[in-house]
């Protein structure tokens, strides 16, 4: 079979859909998670002291969930949830004087990289990893995320707000323990500007989101890998990355800030079903995600989950043309099936 | 010092400059070139037998350079640059009843992967790369690079060539001999497309090149690094890697056919002098470089260097934003010392 090239269904993004030679999920093991070797963790419970001081803290008093945070640089201990700083932050809040907009010398531009940089440690526990976490941590990590999402978009300097998660070495994980982080920043993406343009573009002409339409295609394509009542799973028509998948709200919505409570549930079990079925099919493969959200009506949130199992080279660097030596309708069989295992086995405990 | 947004000359690519922790080019190496270990070079000579019929070969006869191919399955042994076509081809010749254009099935686009796929064998030396290569050993390379790209460009189906390397595993090169590749494809990549887009707007609006104008304002900069008469290398405004750099021809030309012999010659010690210095500052790391080049006269071709020196993570592969922490005036400073002292070594035998 010829090799196929691929268009992304919004962005101008080409991919090589490179099938010559047969793979099959084996052959890409041997990528599992290397741990960086750290002597104390900074993230594990009593070590807060080696963190800034949380800006959000979820506890347990009598049965019921509360919030708090760090306060006169007193850490506290008994946190479920907790949101810190970024020790080494890629975007910093503003300071008088600062200015919000992008400056230009002739062919050169540039602007302060105002903005915001947390970590969301997960769990208590070191291990608690969505493929393997309970659900009802799932929720609260979901809630945390709405909280910060929450905050970070009531400034007037942030643009956007990006969540993601690094998960082994080889993904760019620097600290193993359980955690995703959150990037508030002063410029919209060039990848969501894309996305956004295109989504405004097929409204006017369509009269609904693009999005929508592409959930109808593929919730009965070959790609589709897995549904509950709130989300859809599915392998992407153009993937860049091997066994890559994206996660979408059924119901349109712009931001993770709409989801109902059954929402966040269903959501939590998608993360769980999702990670612990990629985890079984790939023996815990490094990977990385990221959200895509902006409060535009026309836009409909969803997660794009890159395994990283390939190594782009001159090529795809030079071009912007990947090579995916996985065609995704394959892909998403396997994970199909794993997934299916996956929600058998955590049925009970749901 | 805050850490600064920094926005491409031509693209809409953002990059975070991270100077919050001062890095000395010791702290990038430890990324070393790893061998993939091979019994036998299928590149080595005496295994011509291991590769494809070359497409193009240059030989020496009676002191004079001569070209050839393989004919009839016999493969030539006495060549001092072989161009193959690449055993797991990206993008394949057209075979008849192959479609020209992309196709759409609403939101599905896609098209045969047309075009050529080679492998062009820099030397019958194993370790002869760029860094350690006799000048006149470059001098073939690139016109064998001309020869190719002449003949890819003739094929009515072909929208651009690619010319790229990948030096040590850990920046995808499969196989250790010293090699370039070359694609030919059906499209115009989107990040070509993009300059050339902004190439036209800018000559409209201002009468003349836009590189050209980049080239007048960074060979007076601190991100100036090397130049001889015909080629000049700086460190990029917005560079997405660690000590990238850019390499210009300082005439204005679209494509490298339009090199003279002593611009050839000038490249060849240019490749010398850039992979010599890099290898000398951070210990021989691994490496992509990509040619940007398109037959539009208002475009300026040039070769951009990436080592591969930082892990792209969720956050860069969701927005499309990179976080790069080797200010690139701070990367120039160290690689001009480097060039200089490389271009001192090899005064001797140029």
């Known amino acids: ?56 803290i979820y506890f347990m008093e009598d049965g019921e969930l509360r919030k708090d945070y760090d306060k006169d640089g007193v850490r506290r201990k008994d946190w479920v949830i907790r949101c810190v700083p970024n020790l080494y932050p890629a975007f910093s809040p503003r300071k008088p004087g600062a200015t919000l907009s992008p400056q230009a010398d002739h062919i050169h531009v540039y602007m302060e990289a105002l903005g915001y940089h947390e970590v969301l440690i997960e769990s208590p526990n070191h291990d608690e990893h969505p493929s393997v976490s309970r659900i009802q941590q799932l929720v609260h990590v979901i809630n945390a995320l ?30 193993s323990h359980a955690h995703s982080q959150i990037i508030a920043t002063p410029i919209l993406p060039s990848i969501v500007e894309e996305e956004r343009n295109v989504c405004e573009k097929y409204y006017v002409e369509n009269g609904r989101c693009v999005f929508c339409r592409i959930i109808e295609a593929e919730i009965d394509s070959e790609r589709f890998i897995w549904e509950n009542n709130g989300f859809v799973v599915f392998a992407p028509w153009a993937p860049t990355n091997p066994f ?10 712009s931001l993770i800030l709409e989801l109902t409570e059954d929402e ?24 990385n995600f990221g959200f895509h959200m902006i409060p535009e009506k026309h836009y409909h949130w969803h997660i794009e989950v890159y395994p990283s199992l390939a190594t782009w080279a001159g090529f795809e660097k030079s071009t912007g043309i990947y090579i995916n030596v996985m065609p995704p309708e394959e892909a998403a069989k396997d994970l199909r099936e794993s997934f299916k295992r996956e929600e058998e086995a955590i049925k009970d405990f749901r």
């Open 146 to 175: 709405k909280d910060r999402v929450s905050f970070f978009m009531s400034r007037e300097y942030v643009k956007y707000v990006s969540i993601f998660r690094n998960h082994g070495a080889k993904a760019g994980a620097s600290l």
């Open 244 to 253: 890559e998948f994206w996660i979408f709200p059924k119901r349109h919505q």
């Open 1 to 56: 079979m010829a090799n196929e090239l691929r268009k992304d269904y919004i962005l101008n993004r080409w991919v090589v859909i490179a099938s010559h030679r047969k793979r099959r999920p084996t052959d890409f093991r041997g990528n599992q998670v290397e741990e960086n070797k750290v002597i104390i963790c900074p993230f594990c419970p009593g070590n807060e002291h080696l963190t800034p001081p949380a800006s959000l």
């Open 264 to 287: 966040t549930r269903d959501l939590a079990e998608t993360l769980r079903v999702s990670f612990g079925g990629l985890r079984n099919l790939l023996s815990d493969p490094p990977y």
